[in-house]
T-cell receptor, first 114, second 111 residues
């Protein structure tokens, strides 16, 4: 069983469209994250949810809206897509309450905006 | 907030040689320092980590060292092999805080 799974793996869309990426973890972790990795490979945190509550919200355009229906799921919705949104988006989870901030990443979702 | 700098950005080594990647951090309260390896087209995966109460940790061919006074930590890979080719990320965090990643080091091991 995949520990952190995200869908879709690839997403190609036109500028201005709205799209969503879904993430699920079956590790029982209390915290989930969204990271953006651009072409230069830099891993930038976007959001973090702990037990369904938003705890980190980096400087991200408000076109990006995360939603956590329960602590095993964290979805990312992006409105009015722009060329600069093209990147690989990684979902991750960790059990922060254990004191070890070890991230388990999903396989990534490559978003291409044309 | 925490700021992590990582050097070099690219590192080419001959197979069998050693590779060293260095990181510095800014927040003296940081106490957890993991290293992630990301192979081409794959997800980042934890390879080794160290806490601030330990100065060095080793796992087969990889080792991490931590100098709390100087606020820097390093990854050492000995007897490099082609499968060590990847992007390596260092990171630092304080308890219950987000991990702050370095910019990554592209390691290329040539046969």
């Amino acid at each position: 069983d995949t520990a952190v799974s995200q869908t879709p793996k690839y997403l190609v869309t036109q500028m201005g469209n709205d799209k969503s990426i879904k993430c699920e973890q079956n590790l029982g972790h209390d915290t989930m994250y969204w990271y953006k990795q651009d072409s230069k490979k830099f891993l930038k945190i976007m959001f973090s949810y702990n037990n369904k509550e938003l705890i980190i919200n980096e400087t991200v355009p408000n076109r990006f809206s995360p939603k956590s229906p329960d602590k095993a799921h964290l979805n990312l919705h992006i409105n009015s897509l722009e060329l600069g949104d093209s990147a690989v988006y990684f979902c991750a989870s960790s059990q922060v309450a254990s004191g070890a901030n070890v991230l388990t990443f999903g396989a990534g979702s490559r978003l291409t905006v044309l | 907030g925490e700021n992590v700098e990582q050097h070099p950005s690219t590192l080419s080594v001959q197979e069998g040689d050693s590779a060293v990647i260095k990181c510095t951090y800014s927040d003296s309260a940081s106490n957890y320092f993991p290293w992630y390896k990301q192979e081409l087209g794959k997800r980042p995966q934890l390879i080794i980590d160290i806490r601030s109460n330990v100065g060095e940790k080793k796992d087969q061919r990889i080792a991490v060292t931590l100098n709390k006074t100087a606020k820097h930590f390093s990854l050492h890979i000995t007897e490099t092999q082609p499968e060590d080719s990847a992007v390596y990320f260092c990171a630092a965090s304080t308890p219950l805080e987000k991990l702050q990643f370095g910019a990554g080091t592209q390691v290329v091991v040539t046969p």
